[in-house]
Structures are given as C-alpha cells and as structure tokens.
C-alpha cells in the first residue's frame, strides 16, 4: 500500500515536465537560470533586455562576445564563460524560438 501510494505520486510528479517540452513551451534545464533576470519566458524585465523571439544567429553571436570577453557587460561577461558550445546552442535556439 505504502509502496503503491509513493509510485502514484512519483509518476504524478514527472508526468508535467516531459509533456511541457513536448510542447515546446517550457524552458531546457540550460536556459531556466537566464529567466530570474529576463523576465518570464525571457521577454525582459525591468533594465534587463528582452531575448525571446530574436534571431538564433544573432543570439549566438552576443553570448560568444560575453564569454570571450568582447562585449563590454556588467554581468553576462562572468555568466557565459560557465557555458559551452552545445549550451550556448541550446540557450539560443530556445529563446529564438520563446514568445
Ligand atoms: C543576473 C542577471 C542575469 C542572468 C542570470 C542572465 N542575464 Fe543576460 N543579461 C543581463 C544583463 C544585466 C544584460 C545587459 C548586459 C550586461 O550588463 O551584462 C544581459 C544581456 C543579455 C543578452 C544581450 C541582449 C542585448 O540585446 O544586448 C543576452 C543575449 C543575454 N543576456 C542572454 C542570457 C542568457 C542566455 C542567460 C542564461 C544563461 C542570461 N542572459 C542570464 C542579466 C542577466
């Protein structure tokens, strides 16, 4: 009984997320930490810019410049050097696709 009851709600607690990303509409784990300062969805919030819907190309390029240090930033410079290709990959192709 006790057995069955936590099965129950272990499948309970894992059924939501496959189904969000199946949909397309929840964050990869990857890009979850960018959301606490761009806004939900990565829509900007405040003085922090707005990156969902823009250009994946384009996306790319800004999170290469932080990490190699050629864009000038307060934050996102120390940010992105945590990052490697297939993340910065992801997180791009993510938020080019985020409404
Ligand atoms: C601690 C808050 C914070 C977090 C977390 C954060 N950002 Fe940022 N982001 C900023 C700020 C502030 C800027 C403006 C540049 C600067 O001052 O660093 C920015 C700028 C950017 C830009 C450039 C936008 C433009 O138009 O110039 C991109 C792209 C970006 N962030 C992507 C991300 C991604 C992807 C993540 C997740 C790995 C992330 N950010 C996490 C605060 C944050």
Same mark, same amino acid.
């Given at each position: 009984?006790?057995?069955?009851?936590?099965?129950?709600? +272990?499948?309970?607690?894992?059924?939501?997320?496959?189904?969000?990303?199946?949909?397309?509409?929840?964050?990869?784990?990857?890009?979850?930490?960018?959301?606490?300062?761009?806004?939900?969805?990565?829509?900007?919030?405040?003085?922090?810019?707005?990156?969902?819907?823009? /250009?994946?190309?384009?996306?790319?390029?800004? +999170?290469?410049?932080?990490?190699?240090?050629?864009?000038?930033?307060?934050?996102? /410079?120390?940010?992105?050097?945590?990052?490697?290709?297939?993340?910065?990959?992801?997180?791009?192709?993510?938020?080019?696709?985020?409404?």
């Amino acid at each position: 009984m006790q057995r069955h009851l936590s099965r129950t709600i +272990l499948l309970l607690m894992l059924a939501p997320a496959p189904a969000a990303f199946a949909a397309g509409s929840a964050a990869p784990p990857v890009a979850q930490g960018c959301l606490g300062c761009h806004g939900p969805a990565g829509r900007g919030a405040g003085a922090v810019p707005a990156i969902a819907g823009r /250009d994946a190309g384009e996306l790319r390029a800004l +999170l290469h410049a932080f990490r190699s240090g050629g864009r000038p930033a307060t934050i996102m /410079d120390r940010i992105m050097r945590g990052y490697g290709e297939a993340e910065i990959a992801t997180m791009a192709e993510h938020f080019a696709g985020a409404r």
